[in-house]
C-alpha cells in the first residue's frame, strides 16, 4: 500500500546546467522504473530550470527548504507561493544541516508543515538523533518529540501527503549507514508514535524514508524491512549512474 519513494538532496551542489545535465543522463536510466517514485532536490538557482526539464517526466523537483510565510521582509528566504508558481511540488522541511546550521528548530518545522500543506506543496519532514543522544539511549525521545512538535495544530485530514525521512545524524555522510535492523528500529517506532499522533490510517499510509549513507550496494537490503518505504540520498544521488543503481536496487514492498 506505501509506493517505494528514493529521493536525492543535492545539498549545496551542482550549478543550473549541471543540474539539467544530470537529468539528461539519469532519466533514460530510471524512466521504466513504475515502482519507485524519484524526486530530485537541487539548490534553488537550480529549481526552475530542473522543473522545466522534468516536465512530461515521471520525476518530480522540490526545494531543499523555504520559509512559512507567503512574503515579508525576510533577506534570502523563499516562500511557499515562490516555490509553488514555478512548477515544485515537494519541500524538505527540518534537515539536520538545516537545524545545525539555520536554526531550523522544531517550532519552525511546524510552522512550515502548516505553510507546506496549506499550499499543495508535499513535505518531506526529516526527524533523527544525535550519536550522543543513541548512545545515551534517548533516540526513541528524540524522534517522537520532533514528530509531536512537527504535527502540532494540524489536522489529521491534512496529513494525507506527509513523507517523513528518518536521518540519523551520525550516519549522513559518514560512510557507514545505520543497519537495517537499527533502522527498521527506529522507523517502527515513528511509525508507532504516528498512530497516537495521527491515528492508525495516517499511520499505515505515510511514507519514512531512510537517510544517511544510502549506496547502491545497501539500498536493496535497506529498503527490504518493512517499515522503511524508500531513501533520502546526498552524497550518491550526485552522479546520475549512481543514482539510478540506487533507484534499481530498492526492493518494493509486497503487493504495490
Ligand atoms: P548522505 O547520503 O550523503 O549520507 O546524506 C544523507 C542526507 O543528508 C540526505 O538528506
Given amino acids: 500500500m506505501r509506493k517505494t519513494l528514493v529521493a536525492a538532496n543535492w545539498k549545496m551542489f551542482k550549478t543550473p546546467a549541471e543540474s539539467t545535465a544530470f537529468l539528461t543522463s539519469f532519466y533514460p536510466l530510471i ?51 515562490m516555490l509553488t508558481a514555478i512548477g515544485a511540488t515537494h519541500v524538505l522541511i527540518g534537515h539536520s544541516e538545516r537545524r545545525r546550521y539555520f536554526n531550523e528548530t522544531d517550532a519552525r518545522v511546524n510552522l512550515k ?21 543513541r ?9 517522537k518529540l520532533q514528530l509531536s512538535v512537527a504535527l502540532e495544530g494540524i489536522e489529521r485530514s491534512a496529513l494525507g501527503p506527509l513523507v517523513i525521512a528518518y536521518e540519523p545524524v551520525w550516519a549522513i555522510g559518514s560512510g557507514h549507514n545505520a ?29 519514512i524514508l531512510y537517510g544517511g549513507s544510502v549506496k547502491p550496494d545497501n539500498i536493496a537490503e535497506i529498503t527490504r524491512m518493512e ?7 546526498g552524497g550518491a544521488s550526485l552522479d546520475p549512474v549512481c543514482f539510478s543503481q540506487i533507484i534499481a536496487n530498492v526492493t518494493p514492498h509486497p503487493g504495490v
Fill in 31 to 81: 524512466k521504466s522504473n513504475a515502482t519507485t517514485e524519484v524526486i530530485l532536490f537541487p539548490s534553488m538557482t537550480s529549481l526552475p530550470a530542473l522543473v522545466d526539464a522534468a516536465r512530461g517526466k515521471s520525476v518530480e523537483v522540490g526545494s531543499q527548504c523555504m520559509h512559512w510565510l507567503d512574503e515579508g521582509a525576510y533577506t534570502g528566504e523563499t516562500s511557499p507561493t
Fill in 135 to 143: 548512545e545515551r539511549n534517548l533516540t526513541a525521545n528524540v524522534l
Fill in 227 to 233: 517499515n522503511i518505504d524508500g531513501a533520502l540520498v
Fill in 179 to 207: 543497519t537495517p535492523a537499527v533502522a527498521e528500529d527506529a522507523h517502527e517506532i515513528i511509525r508507532d508514535h504516528l498512530v497516537s499522533e495521527a491515528g492508525p490510517e495516517i499511520a499505515a499510509t505515510t511514507r
Fill in 113 to 133: 508543515l502548516k505553510a507546506a500543506l496549506a499550499h499543495g506543496l508535499t513535505p518531506i519532514v526529516c526527524i533523527g538523533e544525535h550519536s550522543e543522544e
